[in-house]
C-alpha cells in the first residue's frame, strides 16, 4: 500500500502536536495512566511515537486493517509497549469493550465516508466517561465536482445521498469553498454526536477543538471529550486556558503554517511570542516577503506565530 | 350478603379522560411527525382559502415558518386561519359527527392532530386566528390540561392582528425532553426535522408551497423516475403505470421504475461491507392527498419480501415506486391516525399492493437479467433524464394504456418493454472473478497508464493478451 509522507506533512505535524496539548490538559480529569490510545497510526505510527515520548504511562493500541502497513508498523515499532493489532476499525469496535477504562481515540481517516461517521457514533456510544475522541476526515469539495460539466450537479446528488443522514440539511448542496466545506462537516460531526448520544442519555460530546489544513489534501479534524451533562461545565474548565480550544462547536481554526528554514525560525524565536500584529512584526523581522504578496506573507508568519510552539524540526539526518 | 339479595349496579363512567389525551396519545407520535401534523393544517388552510391558486402551483405565495428555542415552539402561516364557523370543532379532541363536510383535498379526518401536536410540546400554548372579520385568541393554560373537568377552553379577541389570514401557535412552558430536543440537540433535531419535511412535503413544496425553519427555507427532495424520451414503441426504460379510479372516489396513480443506473457488482459488495449511502431513493414512497405517508419504504408493508418479491436488497437500490392516492373525503384514504402511515389493512392498499408487487416485479427482473452486465445495461440510462412525479403524470397522457377490466383493482395500465440483453450466444462463456483492488489498480497502470480503469476492461484486456500469446 501506498502511503504519502505523514510525517513530514507540517500542518499535520502541528495538529498532531495540539492534541499532544489537549491531551496533557485530561491530567486534570483522570491519571493519564488510567489511560489507553487508540489509533490508526498508518505505517510509521507517528501518533504513537510521540504519545510514548510525551506520556510513557498510557497504553497504545494500533488498529490496522492492511497486511503490508500491519508488517511495516511491526518494523516502525516505536517501543514495546504498544500493541498491534491487526483489524478492521469496525470489527474492532465490535469487540472493544472499554468497561470503565478511559480511552483516547484518533479516528485519522485519509478519506470521507458515511462509514466514518457510523464509526464515530458507535464509538461515542460506547467509550467510557472522560474518554477523548478526536476525528480527522477529507475535506475536498472538489471530491464532488461533476466532473463533465463542472457544477455540483451529480456530485452534489451522490454527496447528500452518502451523508444526507447527518447532513443539517439533507436538501442542501454542498459547497464548494474549503473553509465553507469544513464547516459543513463540523456540523455533520455535531449531528452524528448529538443521533448517538442524545440529550435523553446523561453522557454527551463535548468539543474541545477543531481545525482545517491542507498538506496538498485538505482535512478537518474535530477533538472531543465524551462526559457526563452535568459534569459538561466542568471539562470546560479544564480546556478553558487550551490555546485553540473550540468548546461551543465556533468555526475551526486554519492551520496553514509556512515552510522556514532553521535558520529563519531561530531568528524569529526572538520576537515570539508576538501579542499584536504578530504578521507584520515577523515580516518586519524577516525583510522579505515569503509568498506572493505582503497581505499574504503576514498571514502565513501571523500563522507561525500562532502555532510555532507547535512546528516541527525536520532536520537532514546522516544514516 | 343473603342469598336472595339482589346487587344494584351503578353505571360506570365512560367519559373520557384529559390526561388521556394529553399525556398518553402523545407517545403515539414522533416529535417531528407531530410538527408534520401542524403543517397539515396549514396546507387544509390553503385548501379552504379563496386566494388558493390553481394549475401546477396551487400553493404558491403561501407558507409556514417553524422557530424552535429552547423555551418555545412557533409555527406562524399565511394560510387563511380557522373560520369561526369552525370554532366549535377545531379544539374538540376528535372528530364531531355533525362536523360540516370538509373542503375537498384536506387530510385532517380524526380531529386530532393539532390537539396533539400542542400537548406533545408543552403546557401553554397560544393559538391566534385571522380569518375574514374573524380574529380571535384561544389560549390553553396549564391549569386547563390539569382540570379534568372544564372542557371549555375561553376564546377572546386576538391582541394582535395580522398582515394576511393565517394562524399563529406559540407553545411555552416546553416538556424538558422537548426543551431539550430543541437545545441540547438542536443541530440534530432541525437536520431531522428538515429531512422529514423536505421528503414527506417534497410534493407539496414543489407545488409551491414554502416551509421555513429557523428562517431558512426547506427545499423538497422529490422521488424521480427515469423516462425515457423519444420513440414510444422502442424498448427504452420507463416506468410501469397503473391508474385507477375507485367505485367510492378515490384516484389511484401509481408508477414504478428506475431512479438511477444498476449498481456494479462492486457497489453492491461494498454495501455489505459498509453502509455508503445514509439515504437512498429506493423503494415506495406512499401519497395521499399530496403528503407522503410513506417515504422509501422497502419492507413487506410495500410488497417487498413477500408473494414471489425478494427481500430488499443493494442490486435494487435503482428501484423507485410512487403510488398516489387522491380523495375529497380522506376518510377513504388508506392512512393511519398519524398520517405519517398506511393503513394496511386497508382493502383498497391491498389491492393496489398487488400493482404495486407487479410493477416492481418487472423492474427486479430486468435487474436479474442484465446482473453481471452492468455496464451494458448503462448504456440504456445514459442521457435520460430521471424526472418528477408531476412530469411523469404529465408524460404518461402520451403513453398507450391498457384497461385492466377483468383483474383487481380494475384500472389502466401502461406496461413498459425494457431492454433486454443479447442472450450469450452457445459459443461464449461469462467469466468473472474478484481481485483485490491495490492488484487491480496495479495491473491497470500497467496495462492503461492509469490506476482509475474499469476493473472489467482490466480483466478483459489481461485476458486478450494472454489468449494472443497462447495462439502464438
Request: net charge neutral; hydrophobic share 35%; glycine share 6%.
Amino acid at each position: 500500500m501506498k502511503h504519502p509522507p505523514y510525517h513530514l506533512r507540517l500542518n499535520k505535524a502541528v495538529d498532531r502536536l495540539l492534541l499532544v496539548d489537549a491531551i496533557r490538559r485530561m491530567d486534570r480529569l483522570e491519571r493519564l495512566s488510567d489511560f489507553t490510545y487508540y489509533g490508526l497510526g498508518g505505517p510509521y505510527l507517528d501518533d504513537f511515537r510521540l504519545i510514548y515520548e510525551l506520556f510513557p504511562e498510557i497504553k497504545m493500541v494500533s488498529i490496522e486493517e492492511d497486511e503490508d502497513t500491519y508488517k511495516r508498523q511491526e518494523f516502525h515499532l516505536p517501543c514495546g509497549t504498544l500493541r498491534l493489532e491487526r483489524a478492521q476499525f469496525k470489527s474492532f469496535l465490535a469487540r472493544y469493550e472499554p468497561n470503565d477504562e478511559k480511552s483516547i481515540f484518533w479516528l485519522d481517516y485519509t478519506g470521507l465516508g458515511y462509514g466514518n461517521f457510523e464509526d464515530l457514533m458507535a464509538l461515542l456510544g460506547k467509550v467510557s466517561e472522560n474518554s477523548m475522541v478526536k476525528i480527522t476526515l477529507r475535506a475536498e469539495p472538489r471530491d464532488f465536482l461533476d466532473k463533465q460539466n463542472e457544477t455540483l450537479g451529480s456530485g452534489a446528488e451522490s454527496f447528500r445521498r452518502q451523508f444526507g443522514a447527518v447532513m443539517p440539511d439533507s436538501a442542501a448542496t454542498p459547497p464548494l469553498g474549503f473553509r465553507d466545506f469544513v464547516c459543513l462537516l463540523q456540523d455533520m460531526v455535531q449531528v452524528a454526536a448529538q443521533k448517538a448520544l442524545p440529550s435523553a442519555v446523561p453522557l454527551m460530546f463535548q468539543p474541545v477543538s477543531s481545525f482545517y489544513y491542507s498538506d496538498v489534501t485538505g482535512m478537518f479534524t474535530l477533538t472531543g471529550v465524551v462526559c457526563r451533562r452535568d459534569a459538561a461545565a466542568d471539562i470546560r474548565k479544564v480546556f478553558q486556558d487550551l490555546h485553540f480550544r473550540n468548546l461551543t462547536w465556533a468555526k475551526p481554526t486554519l492551520i496553514n503554517v509556512p515552510v522556514l528554514s532553521t535558520q529563519e525560525r531561530l531568528h524569529l524565536q526572538k520576537f515570539l511570542p508576538c501579542p499584536s500584529s504578530a504578521g507584520r512584526t515577523l515580516h518586519e523581522a524577516l525583510g522579505y516577503l515569503i509568498d506572493k504578496d505582503k497581505e499574504r506573507t503576514e498571514a502565513r508568519l501571523k500563522q507561525y506565530a500562532d502555532f510555532h510552539r507547535y512546528y516541527p524540526y525536520f532536520m537532514r539526518a546522516v544514516p | 350478603m343473603g342469598k336472595n339479595k339482589q346487587i344494584q349496579y351503578e353505571p360506570v363512567d365512560a367519559s373520557p379522560v384529559k390526561s388521556f389525551f394529553v399525556t398518553m396519545l402523545t407517545r403515539d407520535i414522533r416529535l417531528e411527525e407531530a410538527i408534520l401534523d401542524l403543517l397539515d393544517n396549514c396546507v387544509d388552510g390553503i385548501l379552504r382559502s379563496k386566494k388558493r391558486n390553481g394549475g401546477k402551483k396551487p400553493y404558491e405565495g403561501f407558507k409556514a415558518e417553524i422557530e424552535f428555542k429552547k423555551d418555545s415552539f412557533m409555527i406562524s402561516d399565511n394560510c387563511g386561519g380557522i373560520p369561526w364557523s369552525l370554532h366549535s370543532y377545531a379544539f374538540r379532541m376528535g372528530r364531531a359527527s355533525d362536523r360540516p363536510a370538509d373542503t375537498p383535498g384536506t387530510v385532517g379526518v380524526y380531529g386530532i392532530g393539532m390537539k396533539r401536536a400542542l400537548f406533545k410540546m408543552g403546557r401553554d400554548c397560544l393559538i391566534s386566528t385571522q380569518n375574514e372579520e374573524h380574529r380571535y385568541d384561544v389560549e390553553i393554560k396549564p391549569e386547563w390540561i390539569d382540570d379534568e373537568k372544564t372542557w371549555e377552553i375561553p376564546v377572546t379577541a386576538a391582541r394582535r392582528s395580522m398582515n394576511e389570514d393565517g394562524t399563529t401557535i406559540v407553545i411555552g412552558n416546553l416538556y424538558p425532553g422537548i426543551a431539550a430536543r430543541f437545545s441540547v440537540d438542536a443541530k440534530e433535531f432541525e437536520s431531522e426535522l428538515r429531512r422529514t419535511v423536505s421528503t414527506h412535503y417534497a410534493f407539496i413544496i414543489d407545488k409551491g408551497f414554502e416551509v421555513i425553519i429557523n428562517n431558512k427555507a426547506v427545499a423538497p427532495r422529490p422521488v424521480s423516475l427515469i423516462f425515457a424520451t423519444g420513440d414510444r414503441k422502442a424498448k427504452r426504460i420507463r416506468p410501469f403505470i397503473f391508474k385507477s379510479r375507485t367505485d367510492d372516489g378515490v384516484d389511484v396513480f401509481l408508477a414504478v421504475g428506475f431512479t438511477r443506473p444498476m449498481p456494479t457488482e462492486e457497489e453492491i459488495a461494498t454495501e455489505q461491507e459498509e453502509v455508503r449511502y445514509s439515504s437512498i431513493d429506493a423503494g415506495w414512497t406512499v401519497l395521499c392527498n399530496d403528503r407522503a405517508v410513506l417515504y422509501c419504504d422497502r419492507s413487506e408493508l410495500t410488497g417487498w419480501g413477500e408473494a414471489g418479491v425478494p427481500r430488499y436488497h443493494t442490486q435494487f437500490i435503482g428501484i423507485s415506486g410512487i403510488v398516489e392516492f387522491r380523495c375529497d373525503d380522506a376518510s377513504k384514504l388508506p392512512t393511519t391516525t398519524t398520517k405519517r402511515g398506511i393503513d394496511a389493512a386497508s382493502p383498497l392498499y391491498l389491492q393496489i399492493r398487488n400493482k404495486m408487487r407487479e410493477g416492481m416485479g418487472i423492474f427486479i427482473d430486468y435487474t436479474n437479467k442484465w446482473k453481471g452486465r452492468v455496464e451494458e445495461a448503462k448504456k440504456h440510462i445514459e442521457g435520460e433524464r430521471a424526472i418528477p412525479f408531476d412530469e411523469v403524470k404529465a408524460k404518461a397522457g402520451k403513453l398507450s394504456f391498457r384497461s385492466t377490466t377483468r383483474t383487481v383493482p380494475k384500472g389502466d395500465q401502461y406496461k413498459p418493454e425494457l431492454p433486454l440483453p443479447k442472450k450469450l450466444e452457445p459459443r461464449k462463456r461469462r467469466i468473472s472473478f474478484v481481485k483485490d483492488v491495490e492488484d487491480v489498480e496495479c495491473v491497470a497502470e500497467y496495462l492503461f497508464d492509469g490506476r482509475d480503469a474499469d476493473p472489467s476492461s482490466v480483466g478483459e484486456r489481461c485476458f486478450d493478451l494472454i489468449l494472443k500469446e497462447a495462439r502464438r
